[in-house]
């Protein structure tokens, strides 16, 4: 929560009969609303297993290299997945918080594909 | 699914047993990588009621005029929000689709409150 914004100014959610109050400015919020990163949260968790750039990168049809790797780094600085180094090779994971969000993420992905089939 | 990507090359999601397959370039996967578009569906989506511009730009705490307006425009073109004109005054509300896609956004607005408090 940035400390110029009052946590009550943002109870801008109504759920049912309970508010949700969120900073926009809230770090998770503000790299989930970047461009890939639903998808590479999605593909980095894919059967648990630790991966390498190339293999997140070529998941993505028609990305670039620089842009996955911005938004790797921007997934890093906010806990959603985790850097290892495995016999010389850089590989990513997604962190316990990383997995939790995944979860909540899949059932929009699959709105989306159910939409568009 | 554009022309140029063969929906089987973008199977890049497992979810246990299941794929799921999705264009990068799919508009509504776009227009949620975008800053904004989550907290404007949830935002619009309030109280299932019509409401204008200046309430919904207000329940945002730091946003502009100008990316609110942009943003407004990319969730109509994508059939997420509808605009109408009542008394003279346009207001916006969430089309079925935008309703539907609201119910599977709430869970991850709930789990970064939670996670950030």
């Given at each position: 929560?940035?400390?110029?914004?009052?946590?009550?100014?943002a109870c801008m959610l109504i759920d049912?009969?309970?508010?949700?109050?969120?900073?926009p400015s809230e770090p998770v919020l503000r790299v989930?609303?970047?461009?890939?990163?639903i998808l590479l949260i999605s593909v980095i968790g894919n059967e648990n297993t630790r991966?390498?750039?190339n293999d997140i990168r070529?998941?993505?049809?028609?990305?670039?290299?620089?842009?996955?790797?911005?938004r790797i780094r921007d997934l890093i600085?906010?806990?959603?997945?985790?850097k290892a180094s495995e016999n010389g090779i850089v590989t990513y994971a997604l962190t316990d918080f990383g997995y939790e969000l995944?979860?909540?993420?899949?059932?929009i992905l699959r709105f989306i594909e159910m939409k568009t089939r």
């Open positions: 929560m940035a400390e110029d914004i009052n946590r009550n100014n049912g009969e309970t508010q949700i109050c969120i900073d989930l609303g970047k461009k890939y990163s991966r390498n750039f070529k998941s993505i049809p028609e990305s670039s290299n620089s842009i996955i790797s911005r600085s906010t806990g959603i997945i985790k995944r979860k909540k993420l899949i059932p």
